[in-house]
């Protein structure tokens, strides 16, 4: 999830000043690293789902 849309979603409970607040304290002494790729997790889950799907056929 990118920090905008948490943001944006935090907002629909809460005030943005919060959702501030909470991101600052999270990521000032962190590294922010981008990662573009396939995901391996989502890649696991499909095949996970494709061999059950093909046992139970």
């Given at each position: 999830m990118l920090f905008i849309q948490f943001t944006q979603?935090?907002?629909q409970t809460?005030?943005?000043t919060i959702a501030n607040a909470i991101l600052d304290r999270l990521l000032h002494h962190s590294h922010i690293i981008s990662i573009k790729g396939p995901s391996?997790?989502?890649k696991s889950k499909v095949e996970y789902?494709?061999?059950s799907s093909n046992v139970s056929s």
């Open positions: 979603n935090f907002l809460r005030s943005a391996y997790r989502l789902f494709s061999s």
